[in-house]
């Protein structure tokens, strides 16, 4: 298989990718998702909000995501779903697999790299205490609740009070669930002040600054979280402990580019964002290659991610000149 451009992820930085590139003449585009849909994380983000800059109304996560589909599925723009790319080389041969095609090569003359960005687990924060089943990220969580129909726990802690947290901690309270508290190392919460009135203080769900978890009890299920005030350190000051008997912990504790292929393709990094070094033309060090949204660094706002991907669709054309 040959294209003029691929396009590597079918989330919103891919899709106004695509688009842009397509409305510039280039006629030969395929997009890859390895999910079931296209519209990355915005499918599971129910909630409002989304669209303020881009098209000066609210809307929820999949009404953004919608615009975006139709104009592409319009415009003739062939995409494949549920297929996984494994590996791109230098040489701009992507080598992807599904259960339709089996393994593809697929040959390039140039790439849009946009798969996002992924969660931060237990395992990258060092978290002390046994490791029972009901640990998830918010991600996921929300993912369970949202789209798969899965309610995930009914005693619930937070650990960490970034957008996704806090939406969560409504999100959880809507569903029946009891949201005991909301834990932050930092004296500051990272979620805008509108997240904090409207998915904490509405609810009465107490939000602690400067303490983090310093326990994690369970034998099958989680049973119980203990949390303490930090130092200025950052260290659990002793006696000032508080211990909720929960069966669900969140973690939203950050969020890291999606760049293993990235790597492997040899684009050079930014060590500060995790993410490919880009020019302005949103080119990485590989000519032909370009990159947009959350794989280059995590963005706040969905907004911002699609005009990154115009522009890396509008440069992507550009290079057949
Ligand atoms: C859990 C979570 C909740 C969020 N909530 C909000 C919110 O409420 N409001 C907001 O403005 N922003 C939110 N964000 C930020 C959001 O990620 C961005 O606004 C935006 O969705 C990023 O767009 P993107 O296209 O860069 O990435 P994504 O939307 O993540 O899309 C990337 C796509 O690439 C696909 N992909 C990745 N690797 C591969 C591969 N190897 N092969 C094929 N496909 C691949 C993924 O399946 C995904 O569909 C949230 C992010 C997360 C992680």
């Known amino acids: 298989m040959k294209f003029d451009l691929v396009v590597i992820g079918g989330g919103p930085g891919g899709l106004a990718a695509a688009i842009e590139a397509k409305k510039n003449g280039v006629e030969n585009i395929l997009v890859i ?40 599925q319009k415009m003739n723009i062939e995409y494949k779903l549920d297929t996984m790319v494994l590996d791109v080389t230098p040489e701009k041969v992507i080598h992807a697999i599904n259960t339709v095609d089996g393994y593809m ?3 390039a003359k140039s790439i849009i790299l946009a798969m996002g960005c992924r969660e931060r687990t237990r395992g990258a924060i060092a978290m002390p205490g046994e490791r029972p089943a009901g640990i998830f990220t918010a991600g996921t969580a929300q993912r369970f609740i949202n789209m798969e129909g899965y309610m995930v726990g009914k005693k619930v802690v937070i650990l ?53 978890i310093v326990d994690i009890v369970g034998k099958e299920r989680l049973e119980k979280v203990t949390i303490a005030k930090v130092d200025e350190n950052r260290r659990p000051i002793p006696g000032t402990e508080i211990t909720y008997d929960c069966d669900t912990l969140l973690l939203s504790v950050g969020l890291i580019p999606e760049n293993d292929i990235s790597r492997n393709t040899g684009i050079v990094m930014d060590r500060r964002t995790n993410g490919p070094i880009v020019n302005h033309t949103m080119e990485t060090s590989i000519e032909g290659v370009f990159a947009c949204g959350n794989v280059v660094h995590v963005h706040d706002l969905v907004d911002f991610v699609s005009e990154e991907g115009e522009r890396a669709g509008r440069f992507g054309f550009l290079i057949f000149c």
Request: charged share 25%; proline share 3%.
């Open 33 to 72: 998702e390895r999910d079931k849909e296209l519209g990355g994380i915005l499918q599971q983000c129910i909630h409002n909000g989304f669209g303020l800059h881009e098209f000066k109304e609210e809307l929820t996560g999949p009404e953004y995501a919608e615009r975006f589909i139709l104009e592409l």
């Open 105 to 107: 090569a697929i040959e």
């Open 160 to 212: 960490g009070s970034g957008d996704i947290g806090l939406i969560m901690a409504r999100r959880m309270t809507l569903e029946g669930a009891e949201v005991e508290a909301v834990v932050e190392l930092m004296p500051f919460s990272g979620g805008l002040a509108r997240n904090i009135a409207q998915c904490l203080d509405d609810y009465g769900i107490p939000l602690y600054l400067s303490h983090t």
